[in-house]
């Protein structure tokens, strides 16, 4: 008798326990946008950038319905450059400041904590770039080499470890686009993480421009900085792989998160 008492009160606390788990549940609900995000695109850009860029505005809008972050979008980086600290994130699509000023504050505050996710033509330097700087940060060299014309290529996830790729497959096909190769390698770097890479599988890779071998770092970080870097931005055809759109979203919110103000996720 004493036992099934002891049963009982169990059960009761059990059933109780449980209840209060449930209501406090409710996840966690913005009560006012999260963080401020500022996305910059180049619309003299070449046109399949230009393509790309439209159709990565618009996906970013997607992430911000009910208001959960600001995103304000903008073809006019210079008219920011004095409030940066602003902006929680910058987005740069296909877009590399050319302009002293511009690169001046993107230093100061990257530097500072700064957060950015940074697509495609956006790392692209050469020779005449003359921005030493910005290849510390990208850790990489200049543009080498890509593969032509644009297509889906197969996609090999180097670590299942980080917070970007732990829900991604060890591989899978992305949307059609360019890849570029780096001289010198990003994974040459020892601050760099090479998250995802172009599978060797794909050679020969390309119908006019045929790339037949070698190491095509695809998505990267350099851990010295708040970023996050991606390959993927060329042409009208973008956002169509859900895998690679989930890659997307987990880089712009793994940046997001390690604010140094705060996680603002966790509000
Ligand atoms: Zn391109």
Same mark, same amino acid.
């Given at each position: 008798m004493k036992k099934l008492l002891w049963l009982l009160l169990g059960l009761m606390f059990k059933i109780s326990a449980s209840a209060q788990d449930f209501e406090n549940y409710?996840? $966690?609900?913005?009560?006012? !946008?999260r963080f401020n995000a500022l996305l910059v695109y180049d619309p003299t850009a070449e046109e399949a950038h230009v393509q790309f860029d439209e159709q990565a505005v618009s996906f970013f809008h997607k992430l /911000?319905?009910?208001?959960?972050y600001n995103l304000t979008v903008t073809t006019d980086f210079g008219a920011y450059c004095s409030h940066l600290? +602003?902006?929680d994130v910058l987005i740069w699509l296909n877009y590399s400041p050319r302009a002293e000023a511009e690169r001046t504050a993107f230093q100061r505050y990257m530097e500072n904590g700064g957060g950015w996710v940074g697509f495609h033509a956006t790392a692209y330097n050469d $020779? +005449? /770039?003359?921005?030493p700087w910005y290849n510390t940060f990208l850790g990489c060299g200049i543009f080498l080499a890509n593969q032509w014309p644009p297509q889906c290529a197969l996609l090999t996830? +180097? /670590?299942?470890?980080h917070a970007v790729t =732990?829900?991604?497959?060890?591989e899978f096909v992305a949307a059609p686009s360019e890849y570029y190769m780096w001289?010198?390698? !990003? =994974? $040459?770097? !020892?601050d760099v993480d090479v998250l995802v890479t172009l599978s060797? $599988?794909?050679? !020969?890779?390309? *119908?006019?421009d045929v790339i037949t071998y070698g190491d095509f770092p695809v998505v990267w970080t350099n851990?010295?900085?708040r970023m996050i870097y991606l390959n993927m931005g060329h042409g +009208?055809?973008?956002? *169509?792989?859900p895998t690679e759109n989930l890659l997307f979203t987990n880089a712009f919110r793994w940046v997001v998160s390690r604010d140094p103000k705060g996680d603002p996720f966790l509000k």
């Open positions: 409710p996840a $966690k609900y913005a009560q006012a !946008p /911000t319905y009910g208001e959960g600290s +602003d902006y $020779k +005449d /770039t003359h921005w996830v +180097d /670590t299942q470890e =732990r829900n991604l497959p060890k001289y010198e390698n !990003p =994974r $040459k770097n !020892p060797e $599988k794909n050679y !020969p890779f390309g *119908i006019k851990r010295n900085y +009208d055809e973008s956002f *169509i792989s």
